[in-house]
């Protein structure tokens, strides 16, 4: 796709999906750097940094935060490829704030819940997005990403505690029509899918026994973006109110 036609998509959408913006020996290396990051660094990283559905099982691990620790994705931050793909949508330059990783583990019950991710950054203008890179292939079954197309348009909805870590807040009025609206986007290594802040999305849980839905995500946000600090200290405080009651240390 055109950088023109990704950006008149990704301003109509609120989301675009770019196929096979990695391949060959870039998909690999990023591939080799995360299983080295899992097995090296992980085990010496605090909990906030790496969440698992049960820290006693290893291969339940979902989530890894504040990746850039490591020069490798530290670096990647700055790679022209990812940071003019996301400059070409914000309409400015833009700079890479982390890199996490996801994965719905199979046999885990671990679905995400809507919300919009500027509810999370209180970024205004909300020109921020997250781009989110499949590692596997994703679909219905393992719980794909799903949209609500043009709800970028229209504002922030209210959100409430939720119990997943990590998405710490969820949309509390989530309804049928919000259902009816989404589209489900399969997936195959090396698609990017790119979102903007303020787009509506979910994923149900991974229902196979046997696959992984593992993704890798940086958020990107415009020089433009000003941040909400009161906003935003709130929905800290609440995401460390939830981390503690559910026994994550810092
Ligand atoms: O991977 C997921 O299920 C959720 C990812 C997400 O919500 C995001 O990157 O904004």
Known sequence: ????????????????????????????????????????????????????????????????????????????????????????????????????????????????PAHQDNFYFCFAPPRVLTMWLALDDVDAENGCLRYIPGSHLRGIRPHSRTKTLGFSQGISDYGPDDHAAEAAIFARPGDLLIHHGDTIHRADANRSSTRHRRSFAMVFQGESCQRDEAAFQRYLQSASAQHREMGVAK
Request: glycine share 8%; proline share 8%; no cysteine.
């Open 1 to 112: 796709m055109s950088p023109q036609d990704a950006k008149a998509e990704y301003d109509d959408k609120g989301f675009v999906v770019l196929r096979g913006f990695l391949t060959g020996d870039r998909l690999a290396r990023l591939q080799e750097n995360i299983g080295r990051y899992i097995a090296e660094i992980v085990p010496r990283l605090p909990e906030g940094d790496a969440f698992y559905e049960d820290r006693a099982r290893p291969e339940t691990l979902k989530q890894l935060n504040r990746m850039q620790q490591d020069p490798f994705f530290a670096e990647l931050k700055t790679d022209p490829l990812w940071k003019s793909t996301a400059e070409n949508l914000l309409g400015e330059s833009a700079f890479a704030q982390g890199a996490e990783w996801f994965n719905k583990p199979p046999g885990t019950e671990h679905p995400t």
